[in-house]
């Protein structure tokens, strides 16, 4: 996947890893580069900064992504690069209230299948296309603290594998972003146990995606310690089960 000339929409565009990959494709030689975000302020802000397009957009209403990709294909040209990047974390476990996961639910997994509905019928129809999910570590392995996140975030990767699986023999590439803690707002107040390989910073999620496209390769980790992980994971799951429990031992400890 070559970035010269082509057009690139990222969702969560206004701030975090979104503003990151926003910057990184246009200095990379995208075409048009469009942030789309709730916070249309903060997307103008990376629009200016990148030479791009902003475009508010709700990704938890079907009807805001099919308008947005409508508009960025009237106004530019065919969607080259789709990166379904907008997300949240809703601390908590089972006590968490029914309005909350069904929040995160439509924020961090329906928002892709919106997405993929949106532009694979377009992308298949040219023959090319590339289809970015940025999903976590937590959706390899878990999310201590989270019940939430590491549910949707595991559903995320699934659906991107699936993706990847479906619609590789029509031309389309799929990509899934699974970092472990990253300085955005979502981290304001501390990485917790996520950072327990270090907090990295947005550029470096971009930079690593960057390469993951040039590559054509599926998982995208920007802390590469979490493939051991998923080695272990895969060799022993209880001894693995064990050990996340020693670290959640650990951080609640720390944090207590």
């Known amino acids: 996947m070559e970035l010269k000339d082509k057009v690139a929409v990222v969702t969560g565009g206004a701030s975090g890893i979104g503003?990151?990959?926003?910057?990184?494709?246009?200095?990379?030689g995208?075409?048009?580069v469009v942030a789309a975000d709730i916070d249309l302020e903060g997307a103008r802000t990376v629009a200016e900064e990148t030479g791009g397009m902003a475009v508010s957009c709700d990704v938890s209403h079907e009807q805001d992504i099919i308008d947005l990709v409508e508009t960025v294909e009237e106004k530019c040209g065919p969607i080259d690069l789709f990166c379904s990047n907008a997300g949240i974390l809703i601390a908590g476990a089972l006590e968490v209230p029914n309005q909350d996961w069904q929040r995160i639910w439509e924020i961090n997994v329906m928002a892709h299948v919106y997405a993929a509905r949106a532009v694979m019928d377009k992308m298949?129809?040219?023959g090319v296309g590339w289809f970015v999910v940025t999903a976590s570590a937590a959706g390899l392995l878990s999310q201590i603290g989270s019940a939430p996140y590491s549910v949707t975030k595991h559903a995320a990767v699934g659906l991107a594998e699936n993706l990847a699986i479906t619609y590789a023999d029509q031309g389309i590439g799929v990509s899934a972003i699974c970092p472990q803690a990253?300085?955005?707002k979502m981290t304001r107040q501390g990485g917790g146990v996520a950072a327990v390989d270090?907090?990295?910073?947005?550029?470096?999620?971009?930079?690593e995606t960057l390469n993951a496209l040039a590559e054509e390769r599926f998982l995208v980790l920007p802390h590469p310690e979490v493939a051991t992980y998923m080695e272990r994971k895969a060799a022993d799951?209880?001894?693995w089960l064990k050990g996340m429990r020693r670290l959640q031992a650990r951080f609640v400890q720390n944090t207590g």
């Open 198 to 207: 270090g907090m990295i910073d947005a550029d470096k999620v971009a930079a």
């Open 19 to 28: 503003a990151a990959l926003c910057r990184c494709f246009a200095q990379n």
């Open 124 to 126: 298949m129809a040219r």
């Open 237 to 239: 799951y209880d001894r």
């Open 182 to 184: 990253v300085e955005t």
């Open 30 to 32: 995208a075409k048009t």
